[in-house]
């Protein structure tokens, strides 16, 4: 069958989709991966078949000019449906209304679905797979009629937030906060669809938020309740396209507890809102009774004061080579990170601050494999404290070593292949073929 995967272009969206494309090609489909230019050269570093659609997305320029002010509306807060006097109306219709405006269609802008969509029609898919936030997938499935899904590598909140803002529209009793359930009837984000489809003549319905099921590679311990059909499978650790090699010190078993530090490849610089100073994070772990390997950028060395004499310093290192050799990783709280920490079985400080960052790190601390700092908080001693308790207790290795082995219990993504291949063809089966296409031919 032929396969569209497809994200905005950004690695560490994109990253999580290579390991279940490299199956899909390896079990004979054809694969294409379409993004914004920017990302052509990390699909095709990755062994991928590229296709560049419309321009690239401004999602940078107006972080970086707009600064805090417009990420700090997720800092701090928790996107868990369960925590009492959290997902008020009033933020639910804040988050639906910043997120579309500034995330949503920004990312998914008129050019690059235009381009997806006229890609679909021309080389005719029958799945399309999406990272969660590109809503042009699900457009350029539902204009082609090919099957579609979500793919997810990292936790869900999107869908648990999307449920309780619908739920708020609804008329109904007054809502525990005191406001009036009904008194904001705009659904930002679903008017925004309803646009972008009806160009092509397609009705708006909520399957192009949801997809038709989802894979995801986050373990169940993270996965918030759903009402949808759902995929597991199992994380493969794809660190980027930056080369991965394993360096001659690296084969040497430590004989002091080594300690990983990283603040990622997104936020790699200071122009970052609520980048952590690198400068800070080493001194924290200046006289510890450990070996430190600190992967950082040109541009994060040169911010450097001065350097402790247990920090070793590399640009980058593949890390599912080093993690499995480290007793604890400090890091900003990436998905990626976090993701390849917990299948390695790792204890993990992170440094989240926004988005599901956040509930990822709390969740962790909550299962005893990790504690949260958010990088707002970070001081020397509260780091420093933290990470000797990580190294100390017994029970965060242990509780880390759980979740390694529910990591690994969920199928691997050559597992996964016939599955999605029967999903495929049971919704082509039934009726919903695009125009002029074809039956999936995986399925004998």
Request: glycine share 8%; with cysteine; aromatic share 6%.
């Amino acid at each position: 069958m032929r396969v569209l995967l497809t994200s905005f272009a950004m690695d560490a969206h994109f990253n999580g989709s290579v390991p279940l494309a490299w199956a899909l090609r390896a079990a004979g489909h054809e694969v294409r991966v379409a993004s914004q230019p920017a990302l052509t050269g990390s699909i095709t570093a990755a062994g991928l078949t590229a296709v560049p659609v419309g321009a690239d997305h401004g999602l940078d320029e107006m972080v970086k000019g707009v600064g805090d002010s417009v990420l700090s509306h997720h800092a701090n807060q928790s996107l868990d449906p369960d925590a009492p006097g959290q997902l008020t109306p009033a933020f639910l219709t804040g988050w639906d209304t910043m997120m579309t405006a500034t995330f949503f269609a920004l990312v998914n802008d008129d050019p690059m679905v235009d381009g997806l969509v006229a890609f679909a029609r021309d080389w005719k898919p029958d799945l399309v797979l999406w990272e969660p936030f590109t809503f042009a997938g699900a457009v350029a499935a539902k204009v082609t009629g090919a099957a579609h899904a979500r793919l997810l590598s990292f936790p869900d909140m999107f869908l648990p937030m999307r449920r309780a803002f619908l739920a708020q529209l609804a008329p109904g009793p007054t809502a525990g906060d005191g406001e009036r359930r009904g008194a904001h009837t705009e659904d930002s984000l679903g008017q925004w669809l309803e646009w972008t489809l009806g160009r092509y003549g397609v009705p708006f319905d909520e399957e192009a938020v949801t997809g038709q099921w989802s894979v995801d590679q986050v373990p169940r311990s993270f996965r918030p309740p759903s009402d949808g059909p759902t995929v597991g499978m199992r994380y493969i650790p794809y660190n980027g396209p930056l080369p991965a090699v394993v360096p001659d010190w690296l084969r040497v078993p430590p004989t002091r507890p080594r300690v990983c530090v990283t603040l990622g490849l997104t936020a790699r610089t200071s122009e970052f809102p609520n980048a952590v100073p690198v400068d800070l994070v080493l001194k924290a772990i200046e006289g510890l009774d450990v070996e430190v390997v600190a992967t950082l950028g040109a541009e994060e060395r040169a911010l450097l004061t001065h350097v402790p004499d247990n920090v070793r310093l590399v640009d980058h290192i593949p890390l599912h080579a080093l993690l499995p050799t480290c007793a604890a990783i400090v890091h900003h709280g990436g998905a990626g990170t976090w993701s390849t920490a917990l299948v390695e079985g790792v204890p993990q400080i992170a440094m989240g601050w926004i988005w599901d960052a956040i509930e990822r790190a709390r969740r962790q601390q909550e299962l005893g494999a990790g504690l949260h700092l958010p990088s707002h908080e970070v001081t020397v001693e509260g780091l420093r404290s933290r990470l000797v308790r990580l190294l100390e207790e017994p029970s965060f290795a242990a509780a880390a070593a759980r979740l390694r082995t529910e990591a690994a219990s969920e199928p691997t993504p050559a597992e996964v292949v016939p599955v999605l291949e029967r999903l495929t063809a049971q919704h082509h089966a039934h009726g919903r073929r695009r125009p002029g296409g074809t039956s999936p031919s995986c399925v004998s």
